[in-house]
């Protein structure tokens, strides 16, 4: 797969890099802060090759990849030059207040995931070790391991710092200072004084309640957002001159003491009032929240609030050293949504679903679940019943026993290690069991419902015969009834198959030809208004009067020029006739910088015609007749 290619297709499709806020990923997700929604083309989205789905939920929009992600990732932010994309403006006053939550939430989590879930692994290796007797807890290595698992769960206010600091647009090193204020060993050591001499702190006669940050998750973010209002005022009433000095001390010496005193610990009571919340429900319905989550984690999912979960988990996790509100419930669902997919999978006739549904269900037993979410239970429906059945059963089995996961790791099969806690195997083998009895109740059902293949094949077969019988009854007339669509530049017309792309060459966008250009002048091929030009000019899209949409890309890979060497000479919204002139590039320009000027020309609404017609292996002039529609 061309991750370049498809990463360049995402970000059109998005809206350009000017529409794109800030952008991160997780496992599977490419996850967008837009400005304007509206301008993101789901459809065309979901219709690129190597994109699983697109959502726009939870005050972002995500577009799944599956386990490309990261490359994906890595080629769109070279692309849209969108390293520092977290400081340009963000429209946020569409979004809901839930939706705002939720964004500073997920914006602030997924970022530092990857640390949390390799120390998380690194103290699920460190339990199995010593649960073997392998290690002791006296020796050396143990003492290394256990450090070096503690280290990111220790420092997290520093972490959760750095990420907040891009979703509230301030200094990430300032807000990385206030993070280490919190864990430094001397206010510790202050801390711990106090408490042991039943003392109490004060900081210019003001009282600084006793309150330990180490793991917190709460304090750091709400210390964040008053950052966010003092850092600019400082910078606006300090003078240029001395601003780069005075600024950032203004705000040190007015957020850190604040968090210390007001903001830090109203942090800390709400996540005491959390954990007391769950520690209620724990003791008088301790079922309830692993079958809630076992049940709902794919809706959670979909709508990106699972990410409101985990923070709970963690901050259940460093307050009383187990987790039984995100871990269990989502482990059981992961595997739930995976054997709903294997099931799939023996059961269904068809080769194409039948290797879809067994990738995607092995993956997400392993505990990425999308490929199967989107591929699968979305798609077929009752899977999703199965898996949500599956992860109820299993959460209720869990719930009952009182099992909890001991470290932050991605639920699939291979945490279960992380269930692993200071009284032996007991939360292990019912975390076991619970994953068995979701997995068989899953694969069951969804075994039994089947996916009504019969039912399509038959619906299928039958509208086939339709067509044809319509096809043949008008094939004189269609035969007869062609409108023409001209050539757009002079050159060489050749096979979309000659174009270094693959949403082109394999036709994802629409039936056309390609044009080598011999001139750096572009025509319309048709009367019709100019729907689509981007910023970057490489791309003309065109609704003709006789219904068709038409698209010509000029080179490819065009759209990282920013429009260098291009000359527009319209505008979007513009009405426009054939042979009047849209644009000129400069054709050496382009290649000297490295880039193919070879110019896909597309019907993009290919699909409301019975056949494209293009006339390829000819030199072409400006006017010429170049594409039949049928």
């Known amino acids: 797969m061309n991750f370049k290619n498809l990463a360049a297709s995402v970000l059109e499709k998005v809206g350009g890099k000017e529409n794109v806020s800030s952008v991160g990923h997780c496992a599977t997700r490419l996850r967008f802060n837009l400005k304007d929604d509206k301008k993101a083309d789901t459809e065309a989205i979901k219709s690129i090759k190597g994109v699983v789905g697109a959502v726009n939920n ?198 850190a003491p604040v968090t210390l005193i007001a903001v830090g610990p109203l942090g800390n009571y709400l996540g005491q009032v959390l954990g007391m919340g769950f520690a209620f429900l724990d003791t008088h319905v301790s079922w309830l929240v692993p079958t809630l989550v076992g049940t709902f984690t794919p809706f959670l999912v979909m709508a990106g609030m699972h990410y409101g979960i985990i923070p709970l988990g963690m901050n259940m996790l460093a307050t009383k050293g187990i987790d039984t509100i995100a871990g269990p419930g989502m482990l059981v669902s992961n595997i739930a949504e995976g054997a ?26 392993v505990g990425i679940t999308e490929p199967a979410m989107y591929g699968i239970s979305l798609r077929f429906k009752r899977p999703l019943i199965a898996t949500m059945i599956g992860g109820g059963v299993g959460g209720l089995f869990l719930g009952i026993m009182g099992v909890g996961r001991y470290a932050q790791v991605s639920p699939g099969i291979f945490s279960l290690p992380s269930y692993i806690g200071p009284d032996g195997f007991t939360d292990l083998i019912y975390a076991s069991i619970g994953c068995v009895i979701s997995f068989a109740t899953a694969f069951i059902v969804s075994y039994i419902l089947g996916i009504k293949e019969e039912s399509m094949e038959e619906s299928t077969k039958e509208v086939n015969e339709a067509k044809k019988e319509v096809n043949e009854a008008n094939k004189e007339v269609a035969a007869t009834n062609h409108d023409v669509i001209y050539s757009p530049i002079k050159g060489k017309a050749v096979e979309l198959t000659e174009v270094n792309d693959a949403v082109f060459s394999e036709g994802i966008l629409g039936k056309g030809v390609a044009i080598i250009p011999a001139e750096g002048k572009v025509f319309s091929p048709i009367d019709g208004t100019v729907t689509a030009f981007l910023d970057s000019h490489h791309a003309i899209g065109i609704t003709g009067e006789i219904g068709a949409e038409v698209l010509i890309h000029v080179g490819i890979d065009t759209v990282q020029l920013a429009g260098r060497h291009y000359s527009p000479k319209v505008t979007k919204g513009q009405t426009v006739k054939k042979g009047d002139l849209l644009l000129e590039f400069d054709i050496d320009a382009i290649k000297k910088e490295g880039y193919e000027v070879i110019t896909p020309f597309i019907v993009t609404n290919s699909v409301d015609y019975s056949d494209v017609l293009g006339i390829t292996g000819k030199d072409v002039e400006v006017g010429d007749a170049l594409i039949k529609l049928v």
């Not at 692309?79 to 569409?94: C, F």
């Not at 709903?340 to 037993?365: H, M, P, Y």
């Open 340 to 365: 709903a997919s294997l099931a799939v999978a023996f059961r269904t006739k068809n080769k194409d679903i039948k290797q879809l549904a067994s990738s995607a269900g092995i993956t997400a037993v």
């Open 58 to 255: 939870g005050g972002q929009y995500q577009v799944i990849i599956g386990n490309d992600v990261s490359s994906v990732y890595k080629e769109l932010v070279q692309l849209g030059n969108l390293s520092d994309a977290s400081n340009s403006d963000t429209k946020e006053k569409d979004k809901g207040v839930v939706a705002k939550v939720l964004d500073t939430i997920a914006g602030s989590f997924f970022p530092i995931i990857p640390a949390l879930a390799g120390a998380g692994m690194l103290k699920a290796v460190l339990a199995l070790l010593t649960a073997f007797n392998w290690v002791t807890v006296e020796s050396e290595t143990y003492q290394f391991l256990n450090f070096m698992s503690d280290a990111a769960f220790y420092f997290l206010p520093i972490l959760l710092a750095a990420s907040a600091a891009k979703k509230f647009k301030v200094n990430q090193y300032m807000a990385m200072t206030i993070g280490a204020i919190l864990v430094h060993p001397t206010f510790i050591s202050m801390m711990n004084g106090a408490k042991d001499e039943g003392t109490e702190l004060h900081f210019l006669g003001i009282l600084v309640p006793h309150v330990s940050y180490a793991s917190s998750v709460i304090p750091i973010i709400l210390a964040v957002w008053f950052m966010s209002y003092v850092e600019p005022f400082a910078e606006k009433i300090v003078p240029k001159s001395t601003r780069i000095f005075f600024a950032p001390l203004l705000t040190l010496i007015v957020v």
